[in-house]
């Protein structure tokens, strides 16, 4: 089996700081996502990519950045943190855009 | 609007009754998934439905594409159900969430 690693666990910012959260899968997936999971709510698209280089957005990709540089890994950037976007930032992959997506434990998002 | 709207918000069952968690859909969805997130926030794979119905152990979920639902029955639940239950569906490459239901067991 694989398994989906996001750093850090845990990420404290300032407000209007860029942060980066990353996120690596050995399962050999080609489809990642980024979710954002507000407290007590349930989780909103942000980013996701089909493939190496390719970028499409979610319905929540305003004041964020992807990147998909390599096939095992895709990053988000918080361009401007701010304090009501606190939240747990949660990654998947699938191989090929279909079938089951798995999850990482996620990186909760701390603004002070 | 929201795509996925999931039903009922909250549950309370006794240990060894059950129920089902329903998500409505406003557009034709080609799959649904359904995950539980525990107490750590861990979601858990469930179930991943192109059409038809599965069943493992005590749950069993159904994924009605052209009426534009997906239900998960719980029978005999158990403490351990305890926790948060959404719906993943999608009509392309993105998988959109239900707001989630927060299931408690109680003795």
């Known amino acids: 089996g694989g398994i989906i690693t996001q750093t850090p666990k845990f990420l404290i910012g300032q407000e209007g700081q860029k942060l980066t959260l990353k996120c690596q899968q050995n399962f050999n997936h080609d489809t990642m996502y980024w979710y954002r999971q507000d407290s007590g709510k349930g989780l909103r698209l942000i980013y996701y990519s089909i493939t190496e280089n390719d970028l499409q957005k979610g319905d929540l990709s305003e004041g964020y950045d992807a990147s998909r540089e390599k096939k095992s890994s895709f990053s988000l950037t918080v361009t401007s943190a701010q304090k009501n976007e606190m939240a747990v930032f949660l990654c998947?992959?699938?191989?090929?855009?279909?079938?089951?997506?798995?999850f990482g434990e996620g990186s909760k998002l701390t603004v002070l | 609007g929201d795509q996925v709207e999931q039903s009922p918000s909250a549950l309370s069952l006794h240990e060894g009754t059950g129920s089902a968690l329903r998500c409505n859909f406003t557009?034709?969805?080609?799959?649904v998934q359904w995950f539980q997130q525990n107490s750590r926030g861990s979601l858990i794979n469930l179930f991943y439905l192109a059409s038809g119905t599965k069943e493992n152990g005590r749950l069993k979920s159904t994924f009605n594409s052209k009426e534009s639902y997906s239900t998960l029955h719980i029978r005999d639940a158990q403490l351990e159900d305890s926790g948060t239950y959404f719906c993943a569906a999608e009509a392309n490459n993105a998988p959109r969430f239900g707001a989630g239901t927060k299931l408690s067991v109680k003795p």
């Open positions: 998947a992959s699938r191989g090929q855009g279909t079938g089951q997506l798995y």
């Open positions: 557009t034709t969805m080609r799959a």
